[in-house]
């Protein structure tokens, strides 16, 4: 099946009539009509894959915690979405599909399979960076080639570097197979250098996250009004 993405229209003609329903509304006619897409959580890696790490800081779990985190900002404020892992796990685990020898590449298969098999409007991937520089410090939002994923990274660049203090531009995520590989707007959000200790203070701390997911929620709420 195609990756859906519920602003082409050809998509939304194909998905009525897989799903039957129709519920005309007043004003726009689309508005009720299908069900309503949702955001993509990535708490990237997990299980045997913990990212990067400094002493037994790892990676994933940061990641976890600001999904979770981000997930009920998103929720409570009326926004359908899905966080893709809730424990510590590797999504590569649940990927039968894939006969590939490669547990990193199931994994990131399984990634875009579930973008795909979801009505997804956007897909946020969260990330921690890492730096041999330890002074380099700040979040860095890497998009698609693609506009919305561009204006979908700089709201949240933006904000994150409010919070952070910095100013840094979203970049293109070239090399990101997730990146390349779903077709809605999609962003990779490192939210801070593990190796930078004031970073480190931040992405470790419950308030930091809390932080960085609120952050993340005003640059996603930022990127709703501006398309
Ligand atoms: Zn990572």
Redesign the pocket.
């Known amino acids: 099946m195609r990756p859906k993405c519920l602003f082409v229209f050809a998509f939304l003609l194909a998905f009525s009539s897989t799903y039957g329903t129709y519920a005309a509304a007043e004003d726009n006619p689309f508005k009720h009509a299908f069900p309503q897409p949702v955001i993509l959580i990535d708490a ?2 997990g299980g045997i894959d913990g ?2 790490s400094y002493g037994d800081i790892l ?2 779990d940061i ?1 976890l915690e600001i999904g979770r985190r981000l997930y009920l900002i998103l929720r409570s404020h009326g926004y359908r979405t899905i966080l893709n892992r809730t424990g510590d796990y590797a999504l590569s685990d649940d990927n039968r599909w894939l006969r590939s020898r490669s547990r990193h590449l199931r994994d990131l298969a399984q990634r875009k399979q579930l973008s795909e098999e979801l009505p997804s409007e956007i897909v946020i991937s ?4 890492w730096g041999k520089n330890k002074s380099k410090r700040g979040p860095v939002v890497l998009h698609q080639t693609e506009g919305r994923s561009a204006i979908l990274a700089s709201s949240i660049q933006n904000s994150l570097d409010v919070l952070y203090g910095t100013s840094s531009l979203p970049q293109v995520g070239k090399p990101f197979y997730l990146l390349n590989h779903v077709d809605c707007p999609a962003v ?1 959000v ?1 939210t801070g250098f593990l190796s930078n200790a004031q970073d480190r203070a931040m992405l470790h701390s419950k308030r930091g996250q809390q932080q960085i997911a609120e952050a993340i929620y005003g640059g996603i709420v930022q990127y709703f009004t501006a398309i």
């Open positions: 990237g890696h990212g990067t990676e994933k990641n969260l990330h921690v960076n990779i490192e």
